[in-house]
Nanobody, 126 residues
Framework: QLQLVESGGGLVQPGGSLRLSCAASGFILDYYTIAWFPQAPGKDREGVSCISSSSGSTKYADSVKGRFTISRDNAGNTVYLQMNSLKPEDTAVYYC???????????????????WGQGTQVTVSS
């Protein structure tokens, strides 16, 4: 059973940076996709980035392109989300999620993902 644990959230000022980590434990699939989903109160979850364990291919939502970078550390079973130039609208609980197989055309839909972490709070405020 795959388990995901997020860490690295915190309180930062606008323009600041954070690096989130998603650590996987248990049986690791040979071919899977890991994505990051922010959820703010009253808002639907939509993926901001994902990465393929096999090809290393990445996807980004328009709202974070040029600001966020996703990467993988396969040996450590960890995926990172480097968040730069943070904006107040980035404030949310950030969840990592895993899906079997490669990157979908609708990778940003939460319903494509089977395994979810507990989330880590990101607050961007002056």
């Amino acid at each position: 059973q795959l388990q995901l644990v997020e860490s690295g959230g915190g309180l930062v000022q606008p323009g600041g940076s954070l690096r989130l980590s998603c650590a996987a434990s248990g049986f690791i699939l040979d071919y899977y996709t890991i994505a990051w989903f922010p959820q703010a109160p009253g808002k639907d979850r939509e993926g901001v980035s994902c990465i393929s364990s096999s090809s290393g291919s990445t996807k980004y939502a328009d709202s974070v392109k040029g600001r966020f970078t996703i990467s993988r550390d396969n040996a450590g079973n960890t995926v990172y989300l480097q968040m730069n130039s943070l904006k107040p609208e980035d404030t949310a609980v950030y969840y990592c999620a895993a899906a079997m197989g490669g990157v979908r055309n609708i990778w940003y839909f939460e319903y494509e993902y089977t395994y979810w972490g507990q989330g880590t709070q990101v607050t961007v405020s002056s």
